[in-house]
């Protein structure tokens, strides 16, 4: 069983950038493909982004793709997620997860393991 903390999160200007970090622990994070999800207010949860075992293939929601990149080191055991242009869109609480498939990662309801979030606010 794996458990995800996430960091990096916070109040940002619109155009502005922030990097979030997912440090894991109790497995290693090369069993597990990951993902970054975010859920804003009074919203459901919605896919990120996620990022194969390897890190050697990715896939991003249409809405943050050319802005977002996720990236991986599973010999920190930490995944990424580098978000540039922000806008007050992207204001949401944002969770790193893994599950053991990949047809799993894109769907909140069957990820297995989630982290606790961080709150990402971007400012018009």
């Known amino acids: 069983q794996v458990q995800l903390i996430e960091s990096g999160g916070g109040l940002v200007q619109a155009g502005g950038s922030l990097r979030l970090s997912c440090a894991a622990s109790?497995?290693?994070?090369?069993?597990?493909?990951m993902g970054w999800f975010r859920q804003a207010p009074g919203k459901e949860r919605e896919f990120v982004s996620a990022?194969?075992?390897?890190?050697?293939?990715?896939t991003y929601a249409d809405s943050v793709k050319g802005r977002f990149t996720m990236s991986r080191d599973n010999y920190k055991n930490t995944v990424y997620l580098q978000m540039n242009s922000l806008n007050p869109e992207d204001t949401a609480v944002y969770y790193c997860?893994?599950?053991?498939?990949?047809?799993?990662?894109?769907?909140?309801?069957?990820?297995?393991?989630w982290g606790q979030g961080t709150q990402v606010t971007v400012s018009s």
């Open positions: 990022v194969t075992w390897s890190g050697s293939a990715s």
């Open positions: 109790g497995s290693t994070l090369n069993r597990y493909v």
């Open positions: 997860a893994a599950d053991g498939r990949w047809g799993n990662i894109r769907s909140p309801g069957l990820t297995e393991y």
